[in-house]
């Protein structure tokens, strides 16, 4: 289900930014407890896990908790109509793509002054805290963290006599066309493009894949530039599809579960998915090429490495707790409980990642034993780990990505369908992030 994107302009008329309070070291603020039990919100999802580690966490420290959740369609329009009526929120989960807006209009607090937080980033992969900060400043802690893979049919591959995947965006061409002459299949690379939330994370990895940038450092576009934009990705995608037909035209309206059903089914010898699903992609209850599924790097671009796209979801501490000292002070300790250590390890982060399959940022957690021991029953770790260690963070996150996003998917797939020039695609796109980001 596609969800509601509401504009920044939108929060600022809504609410006024809230002024964070000054905030101390932990071990300044003591044991005091707020009178009011804590309040938590999330959306549905690993709720059984989640309900364990508060009761273990109520247990350990005496401190109350209220759990509240969502679906995930409905969540983020749900914690804004919370935010606007000053419902009462003290902890959230957080999306990497609503960080600036939330923390333009005053409803996330920074971190910083947190050291007992802070220091986790020395064991969390770099690209995950740089989804988590916005003007300099840290708003949480990682809890979920994953990326773009590039999946293969191993056994499609042996029949068709090629005895190692891809390494580059040629190779996935040279090999999809053998494939396709073989008659395995008739569009060898699964892309799902439809309009979703999904459809960045798919572009982008294309994108840095192939060296490329939708912005600079600075903010400023640079999709439409020739030699560091995303003209060279898009072109390999329109060409994938209208020149060498190894990717479907209907792929602007595939979803990405509905690519990952025609990648099980056997349909394709390459797929491009959120990393978790090789889990998916190797249970023989649920797919019909288990346990053949393995997982690549990246294909990498003439000019590119093999760079994907990470996202990111986070714990973050609302402006409203970070007021009163006793109620940081909790949500802190609740913070830390999940996403850092709890009785000395990172309980929560294993928890979700045997039970459910969460990818994680934590760089000691691929050393574990029982991860690596669930993990090597359906992939390979090392890969898991590579390919992590090469992920970037979405370069288009800011306070009007929602608006510009409906136009950039929209001006990608009008190319790919042959609606549209490349460089008539890329500049619409460009000029609407330029317009919007002068109107900020």
């Not at 905030?23 to 603020?29: E, P, Q, R, T, W």
């Not at 003591?30 to 364990?52: I, M």
């Not at 029953?377 to 970037?392: G, N, R, V, W």
């Not at 190319?415 to 992030?433: F, H, M």
């Amino acid at each position: 289900m596609k969800l509601h994107r509401l504009h920044r302009r939108d929060f600022l008329k809504s609410t006024a930014a809230a002024a964070l309070a000054g905030s101390g070291a932990f071990g300044a603020l003591g044991r005091a407890l707020a009178a009011e039990p804590l309040n938590f919100f999330a959306w549905s999802a690993g709720v059984d896990q989640v309900k364990a580690h508060i009761s273990a966490f109520e247990a350990k420290t005496g401190i109350k908790v209220n759990y509240g959740n969502a679906p995930w369609a409905q969540y983020r329009d749900t914690l804004v109509t919370k935010f606007v009526g000053k419902a009462p929120l003290d902890v959230l989960w957080v999306s990497d793509a609503w960080l600036p807006e939330w923390a333009e209009a005053g409803w996330l607090a920074p971190i910083d002054g947190y050291p007992q937080l802070l220091k986790y980033n020395a064991d969390v992969d770099d690209f995950s805290t740089k989804s988590m900060m916005w003007k300099g400043k840290q708003y949480g802690l990682t809890y979920y963290t994953d990326y773009m893979g590039f999946f293969y049919d191993e056994g499609m591959l042996q029949k068709a006599g090629i005895s190692a995947p891809p390494a580059t965006w040629d190779e996935v061409v040279q090999q999809s066309l053998k494939i396709k002459k073989a008659g395995l299949s008739e569009y060898p690379l699964m892309l799902s493009m439809a309009r979703e939330t999904w459809l960045i994370e798919f572009l982008s990895a294309l994108v840095f894949s192939h060296g490329g940038r939708f912005v600079d450092d600075s903010g400023a576009a640079v999709m439409q530039d020739k030699n560091k934009g995303a003209h060279e990705a898009l072109t390999w995608i329109v060409d994938a599809v209208q020149k060498h037909r190894i990717v479907s035209p209907a792929c602007v309206e595939i979803g990405e579960l509905n690519g990952l059903k025609a990648f099980t089914s056997g349909q394709h010898a390459f797929a491009m998915l959120g990393r978790y699903r090789i889990r998916t992609l190797n249970d023989p209850k649920q797919s019909q090429i288990a346990p053949r599924a393995r997982q690549a790097l990246m294909p990498r671009g003439p000019h590119g490495k093999n760079a994907t796209v990470g996202w990111n979801r986070f714990y973050g501490l609302t402006t409203a707790a970070a007021k009163d000292k006793a109620k940081a002070a909790e949500a802190v300790k609740f913070i830390e409980w999940f996403v850092g250590k709890a009785d000395g390890q990172y309980a929560f982060q294993k928890l979700m990642f045997t039970d459910v399959g969460s990818g994680f940022a934590v760089k000691s957690l691929f050393k574990d034993p029982d991860i690596i021991k669930a993990y090597n029953q359906y992939s390979d770790i090392k890969m898991y780990e590579k390919q992590q260690a090469l992920a970037q963070k979405k370069d288009v996150i800011a306070p009007w990505f929602g608006e510009w996003d409906e136009v950039n998917g929209t001006a990608f797939q009008a190319a790919v369908v042959g609606k549209s020039p490349i460089d008539d695609a890329l500049k619409r796109s460009a000029d609407t992030w330029n317009k919007l980001r002068r109107r900020a």
